[in-house]
């Protein structure tokens, strides 16, 4: 039997985008710090968006500076460890450090930095450092871990515009406060304050801005009635914002085709069917070119950096293809 075979050779381009490095440093732009403690700096919070959580690869560099803009004693501290520990025996009260943090990625040339000054001091303070979820703008879904320096067993915690009972989680040491997830509303701004009645000296505030929703924008779908697996539609979305305290204004887009809205498809027996959402593809500038549907509900899912998901049904008239006969 003779059969004949057929090379297609497509050319497609396209191109990767990276994100940018995410680089941050617990207690913010500006923190006090008492010498009589070591000074940690926790940089956990840094990431690659790119790369999975279990394979980051990165390296940081520290770098700190005294008044006169002279290198002290962590001059170009190169790890791969996002905690570093200056011992106290180093630090010199009064004394006003910049901290700068170099972030780079091993696998690829990309790189980001942030500052943070501390001033130094000896008297008796209270510090409120925060441990995870920490960025300029806090995540509403997950947790906020704060915790108190230095310990004390009649802490006594205050949040304004909330209550510390309904949102505080229970059976935590009283130098801990763990907000729960979900418990404060996207957009809004806390302050949480920590005092220790037996002097009032002994007070210290933290500021946690949570991160806003996702801004609705609108997709549109053209042409909006074709032949089924024939005719190539286009997708495109505009007008959706999200939070660029970090940079994150990158948004995810994924598109999806359906057999049924409600999850619900009935073949001719009236039994039940549903084939699930098939994905088409997915990008970051919300917009994609010559699909060919069979199903008639195109469902978009938009997501930006913080979690927040805004989904978008978009609905086409579809024909089956006439096969002369």
């Known amino acids: 039997m003779n059969g004949e075979s057929y090379v297609n050779n497509v050319m497609c381009q396209f191109s990767v985008k990276t994100l940018d490095l995410l680089v941050a440093i617990s207690g913010g732009s500006y923190r006090t710090h008492n010498i009589q403690n070591d000074l940690i700096l926790n940089a956990s919070l840094s990431n690659d968006p790119n790369e999975p959580p279990n394979n980051q690869g990165l390296i940081l560099e520290w770098d700190c500076f005294n008044e006169d803009h ?11 460890d996002p905690v570093y520990t200056i011992r106290k025996e180093m630090l010199t009260a009064g004394t006003t450090l910049t901290i700068t943090l170099q972030v780079q990625d091993a ?3 990309i790189w980001n930095h942030t500052n943070q000054t501390i001033y130094l001091t000896d008297n008796n303070t209270m510090d409120i450092i925060c441990i995870k979820n920490c960025h300029k703008e806090s995540k509403v879904s997950d947790p906020i871990y704060i915790k108190c320096i230095p310990y004390a ?5 205050e949040i304004k515009n909330a ?4 949102i505080r989680q229970s059976n935590t040491t009283p ?7 979900n418990a404060l509303e996207s957009g809004q701004t806390y302050t ?9 000296r002994l007070k210290s505030e933290y500021e946690i801005k949570m991160a806003p929703n996702l801004t609705r924008g609108s997709c549109m779908i053209k042409p909006t009635n074709g032949t089924r697996g024939q005719t190539h539609f286009n997708v495109k979305c505009e007008g959706y914002d999200t939070s660029r305290e970090l940079n994150i204004d990158k ?11 409600s999850g619900k498809e009935t073949n001719g027996s009236n039994v039940s069917v549903s084939i699930g959402p098939q ?5 970051y500038n919300g917009m994609i070119r010559t699909m060919v549907l069979v199903y008639e509900h195109v469902l978009v899912k938009i997501y930006d950096g913080y979690g927040h998901q805004i989904e978008e049904m978009l609905n086409v008239t579809l024909t089956d293809l006439e096969v002369n006969k």
């Open 192 to 200: 949480i304050s920590v005092s220790n009645p037996t002097d009032s």
């Open 70 to 80: 002279k290198k002290d004693f962590c001059s170009n501290e190169e790890t791969n």
């Open 107 to 109: 696998y690829r040339e």
């Open 163 to 166: 209550s510390v009972d309904s």
């Open 175 to 181: 130098d801990v406060f763990i907000i729960k997830p």
């Open 279 to 283: 994905m088409l593809g997915f990008n």
């Open 153 to 157: 067993d009649n802490l006594v915690w």
């Open 251 to 261: 948004l995810v887009y994924e598109f999806y085709q359906i057999d049924d809205p």
